[in-house]
Each structure stands twice: as structure tokens, then as C-alpha cells.
């Protein structure tokens, strides 16, 4: 069974550029959930979705978008990038999204703002 | 509101040697769950154990083992005989609610640094 699918794995961008992230689940995974992992901050929940619905947010600013879609591969937006996006970013699926289940992650996409 | 903490930023030991990481969590609901995950360099999150709050059992698989202790909100893990394989980045995690507004809550990890 394949895992979680992240893509691109590195990327460079300057500040001020917006950039689109990709993540393709576990197949039968309905919820995919993004987080940010620095090394100062360490993981932090971005947002979840669960049929092409953002159920959950984290404490993000608007420039952090995403959505999900039938098949329930999602994308992350991130515009107006300012130097402090630069970060390891992660994605996770889970069958359903409840409290109870693990998540599986993907290798993440190492974003760098110059 | 929901805080996990794991105290021990960076550990190192000698190959052979038990450690054991700690995790002590904040919550107040009666129904939560508690996670381990491994992040070795490559980054990929391993999943490694799930508990929830209603099971206080210990649970040992191969050389790991996890102590959850409700009357003192601990999830500590235990590596016995640790081998260079197992450094990585360790992570607890606090998941709470019962119906599509769980959220996820990371401990800040804790590097374990496995010397041959």
C-alpha cells in the first residue's frame, strides 16, 4: 500500500512569491492534515479536510490556504511569502480524521524563502 | 487547554543503554488519546503507539515500552538496549474530541542521539 505522497520535496522561493504544495494520501484516507515543523516551533497544526471540507484550522494567518479534492488528494497555498515560511511541511491522512486514529505522514516538502 | 510536554530537548547515550522519554500532557476531557511518532533524518513522522485514556495498561513491543499514568498525566517511553538505529527525532501527541474537530496537539520532541 503506498503511503503518503508529498510533492515537491524541496523548494526555493523569495519573499513576496506564493507557492502551491501537493499531498496525495493513503488510498481510502478521507482526511488529510497539514503542519509546519520548525525547529523553534516545532509542529504546528495548519489545517484539516475531510471531503473537500476544511474541518479544522489551526492559528495561521489567511495566507495559508488549502483544499481538498474528490479524490481526496490536497493542496496547500501559501502566498505573500515572508521569510518565516521557511519550513519543513508535512502531511498526514488518516482514514477519518477521528481522534482515535494515527496519522500517517508523508516525507514532507522542505520549503526555503530567500 | 490542551498541552503536551516533553521536557528533554536533546538525549545521549551509548549504544546498550536504556532511555527513557518523557511525556507529560494537559487535557480536560475524559476521552483523549496519546501517540508516539518517530522522526528519523529522512523526516518522515513513524507512527509508533497509540493509548487511550480509558486503558492504563503498559504496553512492551520488542525493546520499547510505555508507562501511561493517568494520576500523574505521564506517557513516558522506554528504549531498552538502544541501538544506533534508533536515533531520531521523538514526538508525543495529545488527540482529543469524538467527532470531526479532534485536533492534534505535538510535544516540541526530543532528539535521541544513539552513540556507537
Known amino acids: 500500500k503506498a503511503g503518503v505522497t508529498q510533492t515537491p520535496r524541496y523548494l526555493i522561493k523569495t519573499r513576496g512569491q506564493q507557492v502551491t504544495l501537493s499531498c496525495s494520501p493513503i488510498?481510502?484516507?478521507?482526511?488529510v492534515s497539514w503542519y509546519q515543523q520548525t525547529p523553534g516551533q516545532g509542529l504546528q497544526f495548519l489545517f484539516e479536510?475531510?471531503?473537500?471540507?476544511?474541518?479544522n484550522k489551526g492559528n495561521f494567518p489567511g495566507r495559508f490556504s488549502g483544499r481538498q479534492f474528490s479524490n481526496s488528494r490536497s493542496e496547500m497555498n501559501v502566498s505573500t511569502l515572508e521569510l518565516g515560511d521557511s519550513a519543513l511541511y508535512l502531511c498526514?491522512?488518516?482514514?477519518?480524521?477521528?481522534?482515535?486514529?494515527?496519522?500517517?505522514f508523508g516525507d514532507g516538502t522542505r520549503l526555503s524563502i530567500l | 487547554a490542551q498541552k503536551v510536554t516533553q521536557a528533554q530537548t536533546e538525549i545521549s547515550v551509548v549504544e546498550k543503554e536504556d532511555v527513557t522519554l518523557d511525556c507529560v500532557y494537559e487535557?480536560?476531557?475524559?476521552?483523549?488519546?496519546l501517540f508516539w511518532y518517530k522522526q528519523p533524518p529522512s523526516g518522515e513522522l513513524v507512527f509508533l503507539i497509540r493509548?487511550?485514556?480509558?486503558?492504563?495498561q503498559n504496553e512492551i513491543s520488542g525493546r520499547y515500552s510505555w508507562n501511561f499514568q493517568k494520576s500523574t498525566s505521564s506517557f513516558n517511553f522506554t528504549i531498552t538496549a538502544s541501538q544506533v538505529v534508533d536515533s531520531a527525532v521523538y514526538f508525543c501527541?495529545?488527540?482529543?474530541?469524538?467527532?470531526?474537530?479532534?485536533?492534534?496537539?505535538f510535544g516540541t520532541g526530543t532528539r535521541l542521539k544513539v552513540l556507537a
Open positions: 498526514a491522512s488518516s482514514l477519518d480524521g477521528l481522534s482515535n486514529q494515527p496519522q500517517h
Open positions: 488510498s481510502g484516507h478521507r482526511s
Open positions: 479536510y475531510f471531503s473537500e471540507t476544511q474541518r
Open positions: 487535557t480536560r476531557d475524559t476521552t483523549y488519546y
Open positions: 493509548r487511550n485514556s480509558f486503558d492504563e
Open positions: 501527541a495529545l488527540s482529543e474530541g469524538t467527532s470531526g474537530t479532534y485536533k492534534y496537539i
